[in-house]
């Protein structure tokens, strides 16, 4: 008889375990579903490091990124073992402070390394490549990095209005050749009554906010972009702006000459 009773007294307690774990459980699951439900996306000019109070700063610029917490940034203006930068790997010191994957783009040859735009990613990428593109006042380029889900690249556009319109062409034709869903971000050194930005608009939509981005003590000019587009053509730009939320230029006026922009995008949007 007692020993029925504490069978049953220790069937009751295990089932009250198994159902608190199980509760358990769930949320975990429920919390990393909800985690993974949505991509952050970051872009930021960070001009090697060097603020506009003239120091150069790793740690700053990655405590600006980790403070958003992006799952992939586009980086501009990075040094790769120059004299200038004193032989310091720009991009790699910014993914060791970030435990980041890096992709490098080079756009240049410069002072004994290179010089171009970058990629830090949480995931690791399945493929990535470069394509140049024009530079009248220095040679550009496109960095394009692949993950399962999505395409990103990244670009820091000419200073020349001719350059900008050649570089729409290139960028959408590039899009074109995939067959994910597609993010273009970076400086692109046009504001959005430009020509190059109206042109860019036809392939692609704007996802980033519509605020100044330069310079970054006091902002008067937007030239920092996140867009989208679908190379096959099954998300309109109206269901891509419906998954945009928090469209934000980051609150940083002295770590770079420019402010980081940032969103979250309803991956579900991918599913189209």
Request: charged residues 30%; glycine residues 4%; aromatic residues 8%.
């Amino acid at each position: 008889m007692k020993q029925s009773k504490f069978t049953a007294i220790l069937r009751s307690l295990t089932i009250a375990i198994v159902a608190m774990t199980s509760v358990g459980a769930l949320s975990r699951l429920e919390v990393f579903a909800q985690d993974n439900a949505d991509l952050r996306i970051m872009s930021y000019n960070v001009r090697n490091a060097k603020g506009l109070d003239d120091k150069t700063d790793y740690a700053r610029v990655a405590d600006v990124i980790k403070r958003e917490n992006p799952d992939v940034v586009a980086i501009q203006e990075l040094d790769k073992e120059t004299k200038r930068s004193k032989g310091v790997d720009v991009l790699g010191e910014l993914a060791k402070l970030t435990d980041m994957t890096p992709s490098f783009g080079p756009a240049i040859d410069y002072q004994g390394g290179k010089y171009g735009i970058g990629v830090l990613s949480k995931e690791k990428p399945v493929k990535t490549e470069y394509i140049p593109l024009p530079g009248t006042e220095e040679e550009r380029c496109l960095l394009v990095v692949e993950f399962e889900e999505f395409v990103f690249c990244c670009s820091h556009w000419s200073l020349t209005r001719k350059d900008r319109d050649l570089t729409v062409a290139l960028v959408t034709n590039k899009m074109k050749e995939q067959h994910k869903p597609t993010f273009v971000c970076g400086d692109f050194n046009a504001q959005p009554n430009d020509e190059a930005i109206r042109n860019l608009q036809k392939d692609w939509t704007i996802l980033s906010a519509d605020k100044f981005t330069f310079p970054a003590n006091e902002p008067t000019i937007r030239i920092d972009y996140i867009c989208a587009a679908d190379p096959q053509n099954k998300i309109s730009s109206e269901e891509w702006l419906k998954a945009v939320k928090n469209a934000r230029v980051v609150d940083e006026p002295i770590a770079s000459d420019h402010r980081p922009i940032a969103l979250e995008i309803d991956k579900s949007v991918f599913k189209k």
